[in-house]
């Protein structure tokens, strides 16, 4: 299993600024994903993060917006820049160790731009 | 394009209910299969899993779920709801690294 800390659990931003959220689990992994669950929606897809080499983004996702990092295996920000109101929303963490294994969850961050 | 689709958006039910929520998915290849739930105000926890195996799976709370392969279907089942069941149902495939989540099912649970 992993635990994992987000950081902050939620804030409430200008628009126009950014936002950048921690992600630390307590184990390595390979692997660590970014969603965004917007209200009363299921979970999209941001991109992958994988250690040592560029986060991988989802269509309708780009780096200049949504730029990742990840440090090292335990370890990865995701910052919204230029918020607009549209992106308000929960930013969730998650990691799994690839096939025949589970995802586990961070406890999100709830933006509110205004 | 690969998809996963929940078909009950919103589910009500009065306690000792039995509940199935239906979750079809459209990758082809052999996939894990879950279900995650979120209860209000809370994070994402996983309530039961399959890889292989019996397609039968028990997970926590009571729930279980049937993977019928021929179908592309993984739907969660349990026979008598509480109160405290009251929160939403996601269903997940993973083939590969690929992890897609269905729309999401809000149960509500009437006392």
């Known amino acids: 299993s992993a635990v994992i800390s987000q950081k902050p659990s939620r804030d409430i931003c200008q628009r126009g600024t950014s936002l950048t959220i921690q992600c630390q689990v307590d184990?390595?992994?390979?692997?660590m994903f970014w969603y965004r669950q917007q209200p009363g929606q299921s979970l999209t897809l941001i991109a992958t993060a994988n250690q040592g080499s560029e986060a991988t983004y989802e269509s309708g996702f780009v780096i200049d917006k949504f730029p990742i990092s990840r440090p090292n295996l335990t370890f990865s920000t995701l910052t919204v820049s230029n918020m607009s109101p549209e992106d308000s929303s929960i930013y969730l963490c998650?990691?799994?160790?690839?096939?025949?294994?589970?995802?586990?969850f961070g406890q999100g961050t709830r933006l509110t731009v205004v | 394009a690969q998809s996963v689709s929940q078909h009950n958006h919103h589910v009500i039910l009065s306690e000792a209910a039995s509940l199935e929520l239906g979750c079809n998915y459209s990758?082809?290849?052999?996939?894990?299969l879950f279900w995650y739930v979120q209860y209000p105000g809370q994070h994402l926890q996983l309530l039961l899993k399959y890889f292989s195996g019996d397609p039968l799976v028990k997970g926590i709370k009571g729930f279980e779920a049937e993977f019928i392969k021929s179908k592309f279907s993984f739907n969660l089942r349990k026979p008598s709801v509480q109160w405290s069941d009251t929160a939403e149902y996601f269903c997940a495939v993973r083939r590969n690294n690929d992890m897609r989540f269905g729309a999401g099912t809000r149960l509500t649970v009437k006392p």
């Open positions: 998650s990691v799994d160790s690839g096939r025949n294994t589970e995802a586990f």
């Open positions: 990758y082809g290849g052999t996939v894990n």
């Open positions: 184990s390595q992994v390979t692997m």
